[in-house]
């Protein structure tokens, strides 16, 4: 599962570093503004490129809400949990099939939360994607789907899959992880054209082949009534400090 990411980085360093994989830049209508802790229950905006307008990047509320709920999006989101879709079965979910046929995107972040459990208790620890560059974590692009409500805005959904290694460390207790492409894939991900039958073989083995890194942080990202949009949020704690 993943149900808060971070997405640092201003707005002019993200798109000098998108273009090199695929050509998008911000829409005039986005709201992005870098944040280090966005969680996915406040159903805040992420920021996507989408299947119809693969060159821009624009805002989509984080939950998918599926067609035949655009009229009553709350009343939906009350009763299901669309912030994570599993990738092993979106073409059979009801929420997901048309979104998994017709409107596949690619989410933007530089880091997320995952909970590490040991004696009983959830510790969560930051993941992101050291590189030359960012050292502090370099931007990625998960796979993901979304859908259009009656005002056009959009809303989208992120993919998980089985954990690798690293994370069955780091998630250790649902063994799961969100389905981070490579980006031989981005293209593919987003055409019209890509077969069932491919999008079921990117997402099984198109993981992106880039090492990531994972340490514990503070415990506050649990907390009710804690601004968490903090730097001190993705800092590296001592577990022992923690209970």
Request: contains cysteine.
């Amino acid at each position: 599962m993943c149900y808060s990411t971070a997405l640092r980085k201003q707005r002019e360093k993200i798109e000098q570093r998108i273009l090199s994989q695929i050509p998008a830049k911000f829409s005039e209508e986005t709201t992005f503004e870098p944040y280090f802790h966005l969680n996915g229950f406040t159903h805040g905006n992420l920021q996507i490129i989408t299947m119809d307008n693969p060159e821009l990047i624009v805002d989509a509320e984080w939950g998918l809400i599926p067609s035949w709920s655009t009229h009553n999006p709350e009343g939906f989101r009350k009763k299901s949990n669309t912030l994570n879709a599993r990738s092993e079965n979106i073409f059979e979910k009801v929420s997901f099939s048309e979104s998994a046929e017709n409107k596949r995107c690619l989410i933007l972040a530089d880091g997320f939360f995952e909970p590490h459990h040991e004696n009983g208790q959830a510790i969560p620890y930051f993941c992101y994607q050291p590189s030359k560059e960012f050292p502090e974590g370099d931007l990625f692009l998960f796979a993901g789907l979304y859908n259009e409500l009656d005002d056009n805005t959009l809303t989208t959904t992120i993919l998980t899959t089985e954990a690798n290694p690293f994370f069955m460390q780091v998630h250790n207790k649902g063994k799961r992880m969100p389905l981070i492409l490579d980006s031989t894939y981005f293209e593919d991900w987003l055409d019209p054209g890509t077969t069932n039958q491919y999008i079921n073989e990117i997402m099984a083995t198109g993981f992106t082949n880039q090492p990531f890194q994972a340490h514990p942080v503070s415990r506050d990202l649990y907390k009710k009534g804690i601004d968490t949009n903090k730097p001190y949020i993705i800092e590296a704690v001592e577990k022992d400090t923690l209970f």
